[in-house]
C-alpha cells in the first residue's frame, strides 16, 4: 500500500518560487518517492483538491495564493546505466537540482550538457520546457523521461522521439497536467565535440584550443557568460527569461528590417527568429523599475522583483512590455513562465 506523505496546511510559497512572489498553499505535500506521489493524488482526488506539481518554482508565477495541493517533487538520486568506454546514460531522479547535474557529469568527463549550466530549476522540469542555452537544448540528449501518466496511474516510460520538442515547448506542455515527470535518461558521450559556436561563449574562450577543452572547463565559462548577463535569483529575485524570442514570416521580417535595420534575427525553418531581449531594449524597458518590479539592466528579457513585488505585479510589468513591443514592431512576446493561483 503507497504510504501517504505528510500533508501540511497553510504553507509559504515565497521561497520555493525563484521570483520570492508571497503565496500561499491551502495544502503542500514533499514527494520523494513514486508510491507517496500516487498515495498523495489519491488524497486529493478523495478531498476534491486540485494539485500543483511543483520542482524548483524557476518557471512560474504565483498570481495568488493556491487553493489546492502542491506537490513539491522532491525525488533525489543520480545514477550512471549503460556505461562503456566512451558513453554512458545519466539517471537523474525528478527532484536533482539541475545545475548540480551538469556540474556532476562534467566533473566525470561526459559532454552534452555542459553548455546549461547554471541554469536553475530541476531534472523533472527540464523536459518540460525542453531547457536550452547557448546552442544546445536537452533534447539534444534525452534519450527517455519516466512519468507517471495521470489517464491511466501508470508510470510510463517515454522515448525522446515521443516528447514533442520544439523551442522552449514538448509534449509535456501540450498536455498540462497528464504526466508527472519522475526521472529522467541523459545519454552523454566523452568524444563528441562539444558546442561552442555561440558568440559569447567563443568571445570568453578567445584563443583557447578548444579541442583541448574539458567539459568542465566550458561549464564553467558557461557560468562566466550567464553571470556578466543575468542575475542570480537568490540576490535578485527572477525567473530567467520571461520571453521567447518570437518567429515571424519573411515578410514581415522584411518589413521589420525596412523600418530597423540593426534588428538582430536568425534565419529558422519556420521563418526568421528575432532577439526578445533586443525589441525590448528597443522599446525602452531595458533597466526599468517601478516601486517593486522592472527589467533587469544587463538582460532586457529578465523582469526581476526588486523590492517585494507582488505575482500581480509581475505580469502587469510583462503586459506593459508586450503591448508596447506589439505597438513599435507589430510582434506579440509569448510569455515563457506559466501562471498559478487565484
Excluded at 515521443?162 to 497536467?177: I, N, V, W
Excluded at 553571470?227 to 524570442?245: E, I, Q, T
Aim: glycine share 8%; net charge negative; charged share 20%.
Amino acid at each position: 500500500m503507497s504510504r501517504l506523505p505528510e500533508i501540511r496546511e497553510q504553507v509559504s510559497l515565497q521561497g520555493l518560487n525563484t521570483l520570492a512572489v508571497p503565496a500561499k498553499a491551502r495544502y503542500f505535500a514533499d514527494i520523494t518517492t513514486a508510491d507517496e506521489l500516487e498515495a498523495a493524488l489519491d488524497w486529493a482526488r478523495e478531498n476534491g483538491q486540485q494539485t500543483l506539481v511543483l520542482g524548483g518554482g524557476s518557471n512560474l508565477v504565483f498570481a495568488g495564493d493556491f487553493n489546492g495541493l502542491v506537490l513539491h517533487m522532491a525525488l533525489r538520486g543520480r545514477t550512471w546505466e549503460q556505461v562503456r568506454e566512451d558513453d554512458a546514460v545519466l539517471v537523474l531522479a525528478a527532484g536533482e537540482n539541475w545545475h548540480d547535474a551538469v556540474l556532476y557529469a562534467a566533473r566525470s568527463g561526459y559532454r552534452g550538457i555542459e553548455n546549461l549550466a547554471l541554469i536553475p530549476g530541476t531534472a523533472g522540469a527540464a523536459p518540460v520546457q525542453n531547457i536550452g542555452a547557448y546552442g544546445v537544448e536537452l533534447c539534444d540528449t534525452l534519450k527517455t523521461v519516466t512519468a507517471l501518466d495521470r489517464t491511466t496511474m501508470e508510470v510510463v516510460e517515454l522515448p525522446a522521439a515521443d516528447c514533442e520538442f520544439a523551442y522552449r515547448d514538448s509534449l509535456f506542455k501540450h498536455q498540462p497536467g497528464r504526466y508527472i515527470i519522475l526521472e529522467i535518461r541523459l545519454a552523454l558521450s566523452r568524444t563528441e565535440p562539444m558546442k561552442l559556436g555561440y558568440r559569447d561563449l567563443q568571445e570568453y574562450l578567445g584563443c583557447e584550443e578548444t579541442d583541448q577543452l574539458t567539459p568542465l572547463a566550458v561549464a564553467e565559462a558557461v557560468m562566466a557568460v550567464r553571470r556578466r548577463k543575468l542575475p542570480d535569483p537568490a540576490v535578485l529575485p527572477n525567473a530567467g527569461s520571461f520571453f521567447k524570442n518570437p518567429v515571424v514570416s519573411q515578410a514581415q521580417f522584411e518589413d521589420i528590417v525596412s523600418r530597423f535595420p540593426d534588428v538582430v534575427s536568425y534565419p529558422v525553418a519556420e521563418g526568421v527568429k528575432l532577439a526578445a531581449a533586443w525589441l525590448i531594449d528597443q522599446a525602452g524597458w531595458k533597466g526599468y523599475r517601478n516601486a517593486t518590479v522592472g527589467v533587469h539592466n544587463r538582460q532586457a528579457l529578465v523582469l526581476i522583483n526588486h523590492s517585494g513585488g507582488s505575482g500581480q505585479d509581475i505580469l502587469a510589468l510583462a503586459q506593459e512590455v508586450r503591448e508596447s513591443v506589439r505597438n513599435k514592431f507589430g510582434v506579440g512576446l509569448e510569455q515563457e513562465p506559466g501562471i498559478v493561483g487565484n
